[in-house]
Structures are given as structure tokens and as C-alpha cells.
């Protein structure tokens, strides 16, 4: 997933006989060129976030671009022009410049002031915007929702309250899906001005003041909009939540002495103050009277203020509501908007716009949500199993807010980041996915941009202390660390994405970069490499990586996004010296020279034009070694869309063991689409096929390896395959299991607030027979992307350490085995060996129930358990000898004089606790 290659453009042009033909983009791929950063079609409509539409354009070279005579056009869904404006000055070096469209019906904010001006009236949600030089060729392209113009894959389509927008360092691939997220509009002009909101349509003469005092309740109602909408009201309450600064600009009233039990319609209410200095808000707790203008403003009751008074009689005080948690859905949860609550325990479930935004998802209860595909069954039935639960996420989830409007990336870098900096940035505390929160303080309930908010009563930044926070957590880092040393087994096998590691640099071979908030280079954006630009980059990168996999320590480990040398470089010479580096830093590291790792076949057995990252294998050379060249499954269905999958048998060092295959495998990600195959709806997102069809090519060439057939083998890396979906089906038709799904193993990834598992470890029949332990090793994927070596700097906080937390966005997996001896000296098989097709212990495609959390010890076998006595652990093992004797009735079992445990079904072998299995092997050496 974290992989997206860079393709031909593939700009739509088939439009209708009416429409305009449109030229085929040329974007500038090196990010040599102007792109367009941001677009917005909803302003001034209902619930709109902005006054006009607007485009915005973003430099992300290192010198100023002239645009005088550049345009930018708009086309309709259908692909008709809407209209052109052209452009003149230039934008900065990593600046911005904002071309405002047409206004709507006067709802929303006003825009920054723009750089230049339009009729264009884009759609809300569905269209194409056009960037064109002073050739009139265009250079860069979006469409969203149903558009005929577009890069690759049309983006989401937007909303009155949704934009579309690249990330801060105005990555383009290509693909207008991959590249552009619907989230809450930032629009930013040359001057870096980001929106300064303005009281609600200040042109409008007043309305007479009104006559008596007005409940809130009757101002909210109780359906989605007030009753009283564009009425002049006076009320009066409770001060329960103040922002004066941070861009809400406002402050929440409830209804004095109410908060005991929830009602039907909502006591609480937000004032809006507009450009008011904070010496004209009220206190916390004060009782006020408010006169203003009732509104809906992004599906949120408000009103604008043009009077705030003190009462003289202070009201009742306001008694926190105690809730649990939120109702599902929005009419449920409507009475509670702008109450004061009091919630009871929730889980952080997405914590990636905390780089930006200050806002972290939260599931209410113990457990974050898991990603449908990882639990259940593909399927576009509304009834079904996987669409229920995608329903029931949206309708739990709930974001906890930072009471600020502002954009840590784009306009806010100076100011530490909430939550995870505390105390004058004094404290630096991870907030990971999965950690389970208290409320320490109560919190407003709140509505915008399309999501219920908890908002904390004040303003929270990094420079906030930490006892103020609305919440509280245990820092889980410490438990996660050692967390993976417990894989049982006598031998270990791990997969582990390691997030485009290069030593070929940016600042070597050329190209564009991310950049942090002083302009500094750190990552590449377009170029011939991926990962570091800079070699302090590199260097942060690395010590993460190295303490991950020394960290990881499996005896055999395959990894995925490393540079393949020969592709960057043209010299089939250099293909492995990106992993050769990475080994010898290992060794460094461990302080021995443990590590080793599988070189690159012949020049002949290597694809011709391979991508830029590859798949690779490193082992401990005191355990196993290598045993032949490598194998690279060459296969038209990976070219241009994955990494081929490179296959090695080793050979454990220890006298008379078997031997075992591992492939390591990059399928197809899910993000933009190749070969037309376009998500669905049934929960695979893009490129399902694609991934079917290269599953099957792996066991196309492995059925073809005649003397791999009766070994162990396990088929390992990123899948971007969530355990129930079908590529991974393909292999379970074919007898191969998911240990990691037996063992109850975490996931492995998390996407929008979604947690699953697309890095497997997968164990062929042989290979399920010798099974003894699995687990995922959380260090990655539940971490804020501000711990990521790519991210040091954006923020005025340094959060980079040389920890192994956040090393890459995927977590590694390791597996735990225990191999028989080798019987290929002369010994016959007896056909009762082979493990049966359907083995009673192969978990089902769909649990009834989802996972427990990770014990902190495996549970033991009844008679075998951990605190089992000598004599009790011998009692055991010769009970289940016994009983293995009665159930398989193999002559002379109890002899024990030849393999005994290659005389053991696989299946049965797989189930045997681990003392059994030591007991037995030691028998037979």
C-alpha cells in the first residue's frame, strides 16, 4: 500500500460529439512544473465551508514559476468547458496561489484574498480542472466523481463541505485518486494567508430585535436544521466551551441546570463571534445573554452573535452529560449537539490527521475498528456480514478535535502538535491506534465537515499541559517493544515492508523533493529514486529500519520496497547494493556479523525492466544458509503492476533438518487502478483481479519447482490482501493456511481509522504441519506519522528518535516453526504422511468472533501449560504419544527408532504443544 508507482498519464478524452475536445495532459512528472493542489465546487451552497469555489496551485520546485499566460479551465462531468481564467505573476518556491470561481448563495466564509479571479462555477460534486502553459498545453489535470477529464482514476467525488487536495509537498503520480483526499477545505494564496472567517453575511441589514428570551431548545429543534433559520433570536446559558483563538472563533451556551439526562432536543448551542478580539468573549461558567442570527453552518446549529451580556443572576450550573457513548448515526445523535458530556472509554482508531489537524478517530468501547475485508467476505449485498460492518464503523465513529481550525502542515508548523507534545512540548507521548482513552475532563459535542467532533472546552496544543487534556492513556510503546521476543518455535520466519529504502539519493541522481517546513529536502518526490533525498535522511531512516529488523530478529526475513539497484542505476552490478548496505548496518549494529543476505541470480534470471523497488531476503547465517541461486518468478501478470516474487530454499546448519522455500511477494496495491479493474464495492477496493490473477501466478511457478513439491514453504510479504479477501483465497484453494489468523495475530496496517492485515506469512500444507506460533509486531502501523523519519521537521517539535517505532507504515510479521529431519537420504515415504486436504485445524474463512487481544503468553495445552511440573510435562507427553499411536496406528510407533515425526500426520504435529514436539525431536537425534 505504501507503494505507488509512477505511470503513464492516462488523461480521458472521450467526450461527447457536443464537448470541446480537450488536449492529453503532459505533467511533468519530476515535479519540474506548477500542479494544481486543491479544488472546491461548493462555495456559497447550503453547508458550504467557503463563500466561492476555488482553485489552488502549488509550486514544488525550488525556483519561483512565471504563470503569466497559464489558464486554468473548468469542465463539466460530461467533459463541456465551463470557462477559462487566466493566470499572471508568479508563485514562490514551494508557495501557493489561489484562483477564486464563482459565488454561490452566500453561505460559508470568505476565502483568503485571492491571486486571481473567475467566473468559473464548478460543480459540488463531480468535475475537471485544467492547468494549461502559455502554449496552451495543458500540464496538469484533475477530475472528480463522475468526470470524463482525468488523470488515471477520477478522485472521490466532493461536497459543500469537502475539497479535494494533494499533501503538503504536492505529490503527483498521475493518478488523480491516488494523489487527491476529500477532507476540509485549506485554501492558501501567495502570501500563505490561510481563511479568515467573517461574521455571516455582514451586508445584510439587521432584523428587529427580538421580543422575550428564546430556549435553546426551541432554537435547535429537534430534526437536522432550526426551526428558526434565519430568524434574529435572544437567549441566554451557560458558558460551557471558549475558543478565541484558533480559528473556531466562538464559544458554546447550555441551558442553565441542565445536563442530569438527556432530552429530545439539544440544550447547547454555538455563538459565533466572527473577527471579535477574545477580550469581548466570555469566561468559562459565566451566564450570558445572547442575541444573534440562527444558521446552519457546515450541518451545525449556530448563531452569529451581535450582542454577548453578562446576566446579573448567575443561571444553574450545567452538570456534564454522562455518555457512554454516542448514538450510531446522525438523527441519534442530533440532541446531543453542542451539549457538554461526559463520554465513558474509547479507542484511537485513526490517528493520521494528527500531523495535520490535531484530530484523532476514536472508536467508543476496547477495540478499534478492523478494516470489513479483514474479517469477513467480500460482498456488495447490504445485508451481508462486510457491509454491515463498514456501516456500523461510520455510524460509531467519532473525532476527537483539537478546538482549533488551523493546519499544522500548511500554515501552523510553529505550533506544537496536540496530544502527543505536551507540557511546552516538554512531553513527547505517542497516541497509537488500538490505545484505549479516558476522559479526564468533559468535552462538546460537536458537527463540521462532516463529522461528529469531540471538542475539548478550550483550544489544546502541544504547549498544553498534560493534566488539561480532555484525555488520559497508558503509554503502550513500552509493552509493544519486547512484545515480538515471545514467538515460539525452533525456527522463525518474518515479512517486513520497509517503506522504500534507497542509498541511491535525491541529492545524487536529481529530481524533486518533500520538503520539511524550513524548505529543507528530505524525501524524494519525483525523480529516479524513492525514500531519503538527503544522506541525514538516509541516516534517520536507516537507524529506525535496523532497529526494527535486529529488533524482529526472525532467522529468515523477507523484505519488500527495497532499491533494486539495477533499475536505478543501469548496472545489473549495483542490483543489491542498497540490501548489501542494509545488511552490513545490521551487523553493525547487532555487533556481530549475524546477518547475511541471499545475492541476485544470474543476469538471465532477472527481469529486463524491473521497478525501482524489489522484494529481498536476510537470514542468520549461523542458523540456516541458502541453498542454490535464488529464483525470480518472471510472469506477464506482474509486469508493470508488482514486484516479482523472488523464492529461496534454506537449509537449517544443524545436522539431518529439513530443508524449507520462502517467497517473498509485492502484489498490486489498492490504489490507483491498472487493467480496468476498479473497486467494486465489495470491500477489496482497487485491483482485486489483479491481485487474483498474480496469486495464482505464484502457484503457477511454484507447482512448476519439482523439487520444492514435498517441502515446507511459506509464501510471504506485502499482499496489499486483506486476510478475506480472495487473492488470499487463491492460496487457501490450493492448501496453504494463514498462521498469523490462527494464532490470533494484530494487524499489520491501518487505512482511514481502519485496522487489518495486509502482510502475511502463509504456510503450504507441509509448512502448516510444522506451525507453532505467529504474531504481528505493532511498531508501525498504529503510530502517528509525525514519529516517521519523512516527517522530522514538519513540525516545530523534533518527534524523531531512533527508536524502531514508526520505521515504516507496516508492521512485520514473524512466524515460528519447527522442522523433522531430512528423509530425503533413501527413506520412502508412507503415503499416510501426506496431511489431509481439509485439516481440522485450518481456521474458517469467516470467525464467528473477532480476535482477542494478544495474550501476553500463549496459553499452554491442558497437562503441558508453562507451570506445569517436570513430572506432569512428562505424564503429557507420553499421553499424547499414546494417543497419536491409537489414532494414526503406525507399527512400532512406540520404538521410536526411526523419524517419528515424519510418522506423525502434519496436521496433529501442527497442534502439539511445544514440549511435545522438543520431546519427540530429541528422541530421533
Same mark, same amino acid.
Do not use: C
Given at each position: ?198 461574521? $455571516?453575511? &455582514? ?5 428587529? =430585535?427580538? @421580543? !422575550? %428570551? ?5 432554537? *435547535? +429543534?429537534?430534526?437536522? $436544521?432550526? &426551526? ?5 433570536? =435572544?437567549? @441566554? !446559558? %451557560? ?5 478565541? *483563538? +484558533? ?13 442530569? @439526562? ?664
Amino acid at each position: 500500500m505504501s507503494s505507488r508507482r509512477l505511470g503513464a498519464l492516462a488523461l480521458a478524452t472521450a467526450l461527447s460529439s457536443a464537448a470541446l475536445a480537450v488536449p492529453t495532459a503532459t505533467a511533468a512528472t519530476d515535479g519540474s512544473a506548477a500542479v494544481i493542489s486543491e479544488v472546491y465546487g461548493g462555495g456559497g451552497n447550503k453547508g458550504a465551508a467557503f463563500t466561492h469555489d476555488f482553485i489552488e496551485l502549488y509550486n514544488p520546485t525550488d525556483a519561483p514559476i512565471d504563470l503569466t499566460g497559464y489558464t486554468v479551465e473548468y469542465f463539466s462531468a460530461s467533459g463541456n468547458t465551463g470557462g477559462k481564467v487566466g493566470l499572471s505573476g508568479t508563485i514562490a518556491p514551494h508557495g501557493y496561489f489561489l484562483v477564486q470561481g464563482a459565488a454561490g448563495n452566500g453561505a460559508g466564509e470568505a476565502l483568503p484574498a485571492p491571486d486571481a479571479e473567475g467566473s468559473l462555477n464548478m460543480s459540488g460534486s463531480k468535475g475537471s480542472v485544467q492547468l494549461a502553459d502559455t502554449t496552451g498545453t495543458p500540464i496538469d489535470a484533475i477530475g472528480y466523481g463522475a468526470a470524463s477529464l482525468k488523470e488515471g482514476t477520477a478522485a472521490a467525488g466532493l461536497s459543500n463541505a469537502k475539497s479535494a487536495s494533494r499533501d503538503a509537498a504536492g505529490t503527483d503520480s498521475d493518478d488523480n485518486a491516488a494523489d487527491f483526499t476529500t477532507g476540509t477545505p485549506t485554501p492558501t494564496n501567495s502570501g500563505n494567508e490561510a481563511p479568515a472567517p467573517q461574521p $455571516e453575511n &455582514p451586508a445584510e441589514p439587521e432584523q428587529p =430585535a427580538p @421580543e !422575550g %428570551v428564546t430556549a435553546i431548545a426551541d432554537i *435547535q +429543534g429537534t430534526g437536522a $436544521e432550526s &426551526p428558526l433559520k434565519d430568524q434574529t433570536v =435572544a437567549t @441566554e !446559558g %451557560v458558558v460551557t466551551g471558549v475558543w478565541s *483563538q +484558533g480559528g473556531l472563533n466562538g464559544f458554546t451556551i447550555q441551558t442553565g441546570g441542565t445536563g442530569a @439526562e438527556a432530552t429530545d432536543a439539544s440544550q447547547a448551542i454555538f455563538v459565533y463571534m466572527g473577527d471579535k478580539p477574545a477580550d469581548q468573549y466570555p469566561d468559562l461558567e459565566d451566564s450570558v445573554a445572547v442575541t444573534g442570527k440562527v444558521s446552519e453552518f457546515y450541518g451545525s446549529t449556530q448563531l452569529t452573535a451581535s450582542t454577548v451580556t453578562q446576566l446579573d443572576t448567575p443561571l444553574e450550573k450545567v452538570t456534564p452529560l454522562k455518555v457512554d457513548q454516542l448514538p450510531d448515526g446522525n438523527e441519534a445523535r442530533e440532541p446531543f449537539e453542542h451539549m457538554l458530556i461526559q463520554p465513558g472509554e474509547h479507542t484511537v482508531t485513526n490517528n493520521y490527521a494528527l500531523n495535520q489537524y490535531g484530530e484523532i478517530g476514536l472508536a467508543p468501547g476496547k477495540e478499534a475498528f478492523r478494516q470489513p475485508s479483514d474479517i469477513f467476505s467480500p460482498s456488495t449485498d447490504p445485508n451481508s456480514d462486510i457491509q454491515k460492518l463498514t456501516k456500523d464503523n461510520a455510524d460509531k465513529l467519532v473525532t476527537l478535535d483539537d478546538g482549533r481550525t488551523r493546519d499544522y502542515l500548511k500554515t501552523d508548523q510553529n505550533t506544537p502538535l496536540p496530544y502527543i507534545a505536551q507540557d511546552d512540548a516538554h512531553t513527547i507521548k505517542s497516541l497509537r491506534t488500538t490505545d484505549t482513552v479516558s476522559f479526564q475532563h468533559p468535552v462538546i459535542v460537536g458537527f463540521s465537515h462532516e463529522q461528529w467532533r469531540f471538542q475539548p472546552t478550550t483550544p489544546v496544543t502541544g504547549n498544553t499541559a498534560g493534566a488539561d487534556l480532555p484525555i488520559s492513556w497508558e503509554n503502550s510503546r513500552e509493552a509493544e517493544l519486547h512484545a515480538i521476543d515471545d514467538v515460539k518455535g525452533e525456527y522463525t520466519i518474518g515479512a517486513f515492508n520497509v517503506l522504500n529504502y534507497f542509498t541511491s539519493l535525491g541529492e545524487e541522481l536529481g529530481g524533486s523533493a518533500y520538503t520539511d517546513r524550513e524548505g529543507n529536502k528530505v524525501t524524494v518526490n519525483r525523480g529516479k529514486t524513492r525514500g531519503a533525498y538527503t544522506q541525514s535522511a538516509l541516516a534517520d531512516q536507516e537507524r529506525k529500519i535496523v532497529a526494527a529488523i535486529n529488533g524482529l530478529d526472525a532467522d529468515v526475513i523477507g523484505l519488500s520496497e527495497i532499491e533494486d539497484g539495477y533499475a536505478v542505476t543501469g548496472g545489473f552490478a549495483q542490483r543489491d547494493k542498497a540490501l548489501k548496505h542494509l545488511t552490513e548496518k545490521l551487523n553493525e549494529a547487532a555487533g556481530s556479523d549475524k546477518w547475511a543476505f541471499v545475492p541476485s541470480p544470474s543476469k538471465d534470471a532477472v527481469p529486463d525492466s524491473p521497478d525501482v523497488i524489489r522484494t529481498a531476503f536476510i537470514y542468520h547465517k549461523d542458523v540456516v544458509k541458502p541453498v542454490g541461486e535464488s529464483r525470480i518468478f518472471q510472469d506477464d501478470r506482474f509486469t508493470g503492476t508488482a514486484r516479482e516474487p523472488l523464492a529461496q530454499e534454506f537449509q537449517p546448519l544443524k545436522e539431518g533438518e529439513e530443508s524449507f522455500v520462502a517467497v517473498a511477494n509485492h502484489f498490486k496495491s489498492k490504489g490507483s487502478v491498472a487493467k480496468g479493474d476498479a473497486d467494486s464495492g465489495d470491500g477489496r477496493g482497487n485491483n482485486p483481479n489483479v491481485r487474483n490473477a498474480q496469486a495464482q501466478a505464484v502457484l503457477d511457478a511454484l507447482h512448476k519447482q519439482e523439487d520444492w513439491k514435498d517441502k515446507p514453504l511459506f509464501a510471504l510479504g506485502d499482499f496489499n490482501t486483506y486476510t478475506h479477501e480472495t487473492a488470499l483465497d487463491v492460496f487457501r484453494n490450493d492448501g496453504f493456511t494463514v498462521p498469523a489468523e490462527k494464532y490470533g495475530a494484530d494487524p499489520s496496517y491501518q487505512f482511514s481509522g481502519l485496522l487489518g492485515t495486509l502482510d502475511h506469512v502463509l504456510a503450504n500444507k507441509v509448512a502448516t504441519g510444522t506451525l507453532d506460533d505467529a504474531q504481528v509486531w505493532n511498531i508501525n502501523a498504529d503510530e502517528p506519522v509525525a514519529f516517521e523519519y519523512s516527517r522530522r521537521n514538519y513540525n516545530i517539535v523534533d518527534f524523531y528518535d531512533d527508536s524502531p517505532f514508526r520505521a515504516s507504515d507496516h508492521d512485520p510479521v514473524k512466524v515460528g516453526f519447527t522442522l523433522g529431519a531430512d528423509d530425503s537420504a533413501g527413506q520412502p515415504d508412507d503415503p499416510a504422511d501426506d496431511p489431509a486436504d481439509d485439516p481440522a485445524d485450518k481456521p474458517s474463512d469467516e470467525p464467528s468472533d473477532k480476535p482477542e487481544d494478544k495474550p501476553s503468553e500463549k496459553p499452554g495445552k491442558p497437562g503441558f501449560g508453562s507451570n506445569s511440573s517436570t513430572s506432569s510435562v512428562g505424564a503429557g507427553i507420553a499421553a499424547a504419544i499414546a494417543a497419536i499411536a491409537g489414532l494414526v496406528a503406525i507399527p512400532g510407533f512406540l520404538a521410536v527408532t526411526g523419524n517419528l515425526q515424519k510418522a506423525i500426520p502434519a496436521p496433529i504435529w501442527g497442534m502439539l504443544p511445544q514440549e511435545v514436539k522438543n520431546f519427540i525431536t530429541s528422541l530421533q537425534r
